[in-house]
C-alpha cells in the first residue's frame, strides 16, 4: 500500500465542463503518474510526474493537463469534458524500487 | 500489432488446479516486467516483479520471463476461489521510473469452487 487516495471516487458531469481529479500520497514519492482504464484498450498512460512542477505526456494525453506544485498532490484536469473522456482513472506512485508502481482505488468518471 | 498481447479469456479453472497467465510482447527494449491482480471495481495491485529474464517465486506465484521469445508467464498453484480477478501483466523499458507502464488488456480468472 503506497499510501494512494484519490478523489472523487464517483463524478458525473456534461459535456464541455471543466473537471479535475485529485491524486494523494502520503510516502513523499518522486514519481506519480495517471492512467485510464477502458474496456477493450487496458491501461493506458496519460501523464506522469517526475517532481514539484516536472511533468510529461503519456500515450494518451490529449484534452488532458496536470499539474504537481507539492510532491504529495498530482492533479489530472479535462478543461472540456468529452463523451470519449468516460472512463475509470488510476493514480500511481513507485515504491522503494522507481520500477514499482503502486495504485490507487480509481476514480470513476462519466462524461454525459 | 499492439505492443503487449494477452489472452481476455474469461479462463475457468477448478479450485486446486494450477494456473497459467501469459503475455506475449513485441519490443525487445522491455526490461521490467509485472503482474498484478485487479478485483472488479478495485485498482491494481502489484503482485510479482522481476527485471530481465528468470524466474521469481513468491508463495504460491511463480513469474517467468523470456525476453529471447519475448513471452512472459505467470503460475498460480493451489488456486482458490479468492484467486478469481483480472490478471493484468505489464512492463517497461528502463529503470529510474521515467517510463509508464504498457499493459495487456487483461485475463479475467475463474476459480470455480
Known amino acids: 500500500d503506497a499510501g494512494i487516495t484519490q478523489s472523487p471516487r464517483h463524478k458525473v458531469t456534461e459535456t464541455g465542463t471543466p473537471v479535475t481529479l485529485r491524486c494523494h500520497q502520503t510516502?513523499?514519492?518522486?514519481?506519480m503518474y495517471w492512467y485510464r482504464q477502458d474496456p477493450g484498450h487496458g491501461l493506458r498512460l496519460i501523464h506522469y510526474?517526475?517532481?514539484?512542477?516536472?511533468?510529461d505526456k503519456g500515450e494518451v494525453s490529449d484534452g488532458y493537463s496536470v499539474s504537481r506544485s507539492k510532491t504529495e498532490d498530482f492533479l489530472l484536469t479535462l478543461e472540456s469534458a468529452t463523451s470519449s473522456q468516460t472512463s475509470v482513472y488510476f493514480c500511481?506512485?513507485?515504491?522503494?524500487?522507481?520500477?514499482?508502481?503502486?495504485f490507487g482505488p480509481g476514480t470513476r468518471l462519466t462524461v454525459l | 500489432q499492439k505492443e503487449v498481447e494477452q489472452d481476455p479469456g474469461p479462463l475457468s479453472v477448478p479450485e486446486g488446479a494450477i494456473v497459467s497467465l501469459n503475455c506475449t510482447y513485441s519490443?525487445?527494449?522491455?526490461?521490467?516486467f509485472m503482474w498484478y491482480r485487479q478485483y472488479s471495481r478495485k485498482g491494481p495491485e502489484l503482485l510479482m516483479y522481476?527485471?530481465?529474464?528468470g524466474n521469481k517465486e513468491d508463495g504460491r506465484f511463480t513469474a517467468q520471463v523470456d525476453k529471447s521469445s519475448k513471452y512472459i508467464s505467470l503460475f498460480i498453484r493451489d488456486s482458490q476461489p479468492s484467486d478469481s480477478a483480472t490478471y493484468l501483466c505489464?512492463?517497461?523499458?528502463?529503470?529510474?521510473?521515467?517510463?509508464?507502464?504498457?499493459f495487456g488488456k487483461g485475463t479475467h480468472l475463474i476459480i470455480q469452487p
Open positions: 500511481a506512485t513507485t515504491g522503494t524500487s522507481d520500477n514499482e508502481q503502486f
Open positions: 519490443n525487445s527494449a522491455f526490461q521490467y
Open positions: 510526474s517526475y517532481g514539484v512542477k516536472d511533468t
Open positions: 510516502e513523499n514519492h518522486r514519481y
Open positions: 522481476t527485471y530481465s529474464s
Open positions: 505489464a512492463m517497461t523499458y528502463s529503470g529510474g521510473g521515467a517510463d509508464g507502464l504498457t
